[in-house]
């Protein structure tokens, strides 16, 4: 069994070269755009799920990670030049919904805030109206 540190330091590495890869070296259209959100492997070293998102949102969920899929050896090929380790994990990919999520929250957050400022501002002219008549 590898160390939880090991395993951490090892899904950093796949997370770091598979975005130069994505940049560089992979030349498949479906795949423009897309960010490597997370990495996560397990103890035995035998999976890594690989969590990704694209610009435009989960509209190309389904052809990204087709996309994936269909480079999928190409991938796990390369990242096991790259990292020295005696049997590579095969990867798996999904898709990470949490930047949409998070875009979601702040537009939530935003109208909140300017519905409370506004809603201060009208009790605020309120309360000198009532100065003023009193």
Do not use: C
């Not at 035995?44 to 389904?62: D, P």
């Not at 798996?92 to 949490?98: G, I, K, L, N, V």
Request: negative net charge; glycine residues 6%.
């Amino acid at each position: 069994m590898v160390s939880k540190l090991r395993v951490q330091r090892i899904a950093d590495r796949i997370r770091e070269e598979l975005s130069e890869m994505m940049i560089q070296e992979v030349h498949d259209p479906r795949l423009t755009g897309i960010s490597i959100t997370d990495v996560t492997v397990d103890r035995e070293l035998a999976y890594a799920e690989v969590y990704v998102s694209a610009l435009e949102g989960s509209e190309r969920a389904a052809e990204v990670l087709a996309g994936l899929e269909h480079a999928g050896g190409f991938l796990r090929r390369e990242l096991a030049n790259r990292i020295d380790l005696r049997v590579f994990p095969r990867l798996r990919f999904h898709w990470d919904p949490t930047p949409e999520r998070a875009e979601h929250i702040e537009q939530l957050l935003d109208m909140l805030q300017a519905e409370s400022s506004s809603g201060w501002n009208a009790q605020a002219t309120t309360d000198e109206q009532d100065k003023a008549d009193g």
